[in-house]
DNA sequence: GGCAGCGTGATTTTT
DNA sequence: TCACGCTGCC
């Protein structure tokens, strides 16, 4: 235990009773966890198959087992359970299912099979889309779920009313006769088997486990944590780890409350607090806990460094997301000219939306990128169809795959056949597949030769998947169906990229074949099928050096030694959603600021545009207000793009910094105070707009791509200033005020004398 | 039955 | 801005 400090080893130490232990950003968490493994291994002669330890991501387990590997050695951490929640869950299933009347092939659907299910029901049903949008309503099943909540057991309410009964039960019923699963449902089917009092099954995998450990403890929801404490009820060694400062995954569920709460729920548990951060510098760390100090409810915790304070955060206004770009890329190329590696560095967005205009302007530049997340490669129109082949074969009833494909490529089998086919089936509660040979009496010669043509080629591909391994069934897949050679004759580019595509997919198989056998296990279709369904967003983050770009909520976990983090505007950062956002949305978007920022370890530089296109129109937006609680001492602020590249790095504070610090009345809400600090700029109306003075040896960006916007100019609201409106058209500002919200009063013509919000107008 | 073009609509965060 | 769905046409 040496090199650790005194709460760290007293969660290591800790072997027996409930634990929670309090983790900081940065505070060495995964090292105490492995850690404590690897004790409770040695010391406490505990069977490693006996210790579950759930992590947040695919990718977080796989590397909590390499550090065991190394600590432990591979022979007795390879029987350790690890992994997901969805993870765990599926591979109890494939053992439990008939506890819960699945086959053992069951599919996990993802989320847009499952609106395909249900907007099958709603159909059948004849229910309204546009009172009852398949989005939402799947989003309120879901919710249910998460609460433990089958169609049974739901109270009819307002949110959820009579139809939306209907819709679930269908949707149930819908995915058992399909022998598929939705994520929740995972969670929620282990969690019937544990509960089940009757069970043999219940019994045994209570007794199963002596040690249960979970990270990310504050994401967990109320059916996640269900399930532990069933799994952990025996011993009661349950071990949570987590940050509330860190939750930022209500929106799906997650309940803060399990950790804040964790006390109430086992008063004998032992509380430690890592309150130590070894990742960053020290003006990074005061950063942090400025911007989470504001925060309601939070557990007290003092975050602290024994490190330098460092590089200042740089904070840069810049006049459109493009410029905003620009700059990203110079500190980009200033980081690497350093020789900090490309993987070190990483620029996060609060929606992916923003990532395209950072995209162009890397790959402007030659620099090696990768996005996580965004559209995934598995949700691509040529993969899902591959995919669904190979669930189809080994799932028959699996009906979403099996629409998916009957006529893909075309094999003449139109939508009526289907429908007949699927009429059959549901009058008889059964899946597509068990319903062709009744259907297809009642259909015509033409379409009922098309139909047992393709269910001759299903049968003969799964005698394919008998004997050969998951790479050689695509192959054949591929070729028998004809969708390779369809491709093939198509010589678009498009078409090209989808064999490409293709080609990757197989690839991903033998990938996957390689890992099992490593882990001596037999490759099989089913665990491959599974293990796509559960990829997250940053698992398919490789290790090559090349600068990521992803969603801050994807940033969770991981560290840099540089990080931009851009679109720090109002409405952007925090989100601000069609309805207005509650101040728990606003209380997350604060938290999620907060997991943004101590992402950083050297280097932090953060960016805000004053105009941004959004869905297609230019806006203004204010400063975020989160900027204004960055502590004044630890920071300093750019005007433009042009004055980053002016050395010397450590020259004096600029004051005009001081117009973002919210030092003039403390009690003032500091929404108000950011945005008028940023709008009422009086530098705006005296800027020098000449050439910017470059120091000798200093570097210009290259603006080429982006010379069609002059920095600095027709930003700033004032004035005379010309704007857009939606409804009003053109119109010329004769004054700005500020009562909370920016407001502009304009002369528009036609209209004449107007208030409105600024944030509605664009530039004219 | 299939395709192309058009218009419409909406547009966080993800296992 | 873009993605999707619908409609109308071949």
């Known amino acids: 235990m040496t090199g650790l400090n005194e709460p760290q080893k007293a969660a290591v130490a800790h072997s027996a009773g409930p634990l929670l232990v309090f983790a900081g950003a940065g505070s060495g968490k995964t090292r105490v966890i492995t850690y404590r493994i690897a004790n409770l291994i040695a010391e406490h002669n505990v069977a490693p198959h006996r210790i579950l330890a759930v992590t947040f991501t695919n990718k977080a387990a796989g590397e909590m087992r390499e550090r065991l590997d190394k600590l432990a050695g591979a022979a007795v951490t390879r029987d350790l359970w690890v992994g997901t929640f969805h993870a765990i869950c599926a591979k109890l299933l494939r053992r439990y299912y008939a506890e819960v009347g699945l086959e053992k092939t069951f599919v996990i659907y993802d989320d847009s099979d499952q609106k395909a299910v249900l907007k099958r029901v709603m159909r059948a049903a004849d229910t309204d889309e546009r009172a009852y949008p398949p989005k939402q309503v799947l989003g309120r099943i879901h919710r249910q779920k998460r609460q433990g909540l089958g169609p ?84 009661e060694n349950l071990c949570v780890v987590g940050d509330d400062d860190q939750s930022i995954y209500s929106w799906r569920g997650a309940n803060v409350t399990n950790i804040r709460g964790f006390h109430r729920d086992f008063p004998e548990a032992k509380i430690v607090k890592l309150e130590q951060n070894y990742r960053s510098t020290g003006n990074i760390v005061r950063s942090a806990l400025a911007v989470i100090a504001p925060a309601r409810d939070r557990e007290p915790k003092k975050l602290w460094t024994a490190q330098e304070p460092g590089e200042p955060v740089h904070v840069r206004r810049l006049s459109s997301e493009r410029l905003e770009a620009a700059e990203v890329l110079s500190v980009i190329q200033r980081s690497l000219r350093r020789d900090v590696p490309a993987n070190e560095i990483a620029v996060f967005y609060r929606i992916h939306a923003q990532s395209r205009v950072l995209e162009e302007a890397l790959r402007s530049e030659g620099i090696p990128y990768q996005i996580i997340g965004g559209m995934k490669f598995f949700e691509r129109a040529e993969i899902k169809t591959a995919l669904a082949y190979l669930r189809l074969i080994d799932n028959p009833r699996s009906d979403a795959d099996l629409i998916r494909v009957i006529n893909t490529p075309t094999r003449g089998i139109g939508q009526k056949t289907v429908e007949r086919i699927m009429t059959t089936a549901s009058a008889r509660s059964s899946c597509g597949w068990d319903a062709i040979d009744t259907a297809v009496s009642e259909l015509g010669a033409g379409p009922k030769k098309k139909v047992l043509a393709f269910q001759g080629l299903i049968q003969k591909l799964r005698e394919v998947a008998e004997r050969a391994g998951p790479h050689e069934l695509i192959t054949e897949v591929l070729e028998r169906t004809g969708f390779r050679e369809l491709l093939r004759r198509d010589d678009s580019a498009e078409a090209d990229a989808r064999l490409e595509n293709l080609e990757e997919l197989r690839g991903s198989i033998l990938e996957y074949e390689k890992d099992t056998a490593e882990a001596g296990e037999e490759p099989n279709l089913a665990s491959y099928l599974e293990r796509v369904a559960l990829v997250s967003v940053v698992d398919t983050m490789d290790d090559a050096p090349k600068v990521a770009l992803m969603t801050v909520h994807a940033a969770k976990g991981l560290e840099f030694h540089t990080v931009c983090l851009t679109g720090m505007e109002e409405e952007v950062f925090p989100y601000r959603g069609i309805d207005g956002d509650s101040p728990e949305e606003l209380e997350e978007e604060r938290r999620l600021a907060y997991v943004a920022i101590t992402r950083a370890r050297t280097e932090l530089h953060i960016s805000h545009a004053s105009t941004r296109m959004i869905f297609g129109q230019t806006r203004y937006l204010a400063p975020s207000r989160f900027l204004a609680d960055l502590p004044p001492d630890a920071t300093e602020f750019h005007e433009s793009a042009y004055e980053f590249e002016r050395p010397p790095p450590n020259r004096n504070p600029r004051p005009e910094r001081s117009r973002y610090s919210s030092s003039s009345r403390p009690e003032a809400p500091r929404y108000e105070q950011s945005t008028r600090l940023a709008w009422r700029s009086p530098e705006a109306e005296t800027a020098p707009t000449g050439e910017p003075s470059l120091a000798e040896g200093e570097q210009v960006v290259d603006y080429d791509a982006f010379d069609d916007i002059p920095p600095d100019q027709g930003v700033e609201i004032r004035k005379g200033s010309k704007v857009m409106h939606k409804r009003f058209g053109k119109g010329i500002v004769e004054s700005v005020e500020n009562d909370g919200n920016v407001t502009v009063v304009a002369r528009f013509r036609g209209f004449g004398t107007r208030k409105v919000l600024a944030q509605y107008l664009s530039p004219a």
């Open 152 to 235: 049974a057991d739901v109270r009819v309410s307002r949110s959820f009313d009579s139809t939306l009964v209907v819709l679930y039960e269908g949707y149930e019923k819908a995915m058992r006769i399909a022998n598929a699963v939705d994520f929740e449902d995972l969670i929620l089917l282990a969690v019937r088997i544990v509960e089940n009092k009757e069970s043999a099954a219940a019994q045994e995998l209570k007794e199963r486990f002596d040690h249960v450990m979970v990270d990310e403890f504050q994401d967990t929801n109320t059916i996640q944590y269900r399930l532990v404490r069933a799994l952990a009820a025996r011993h």
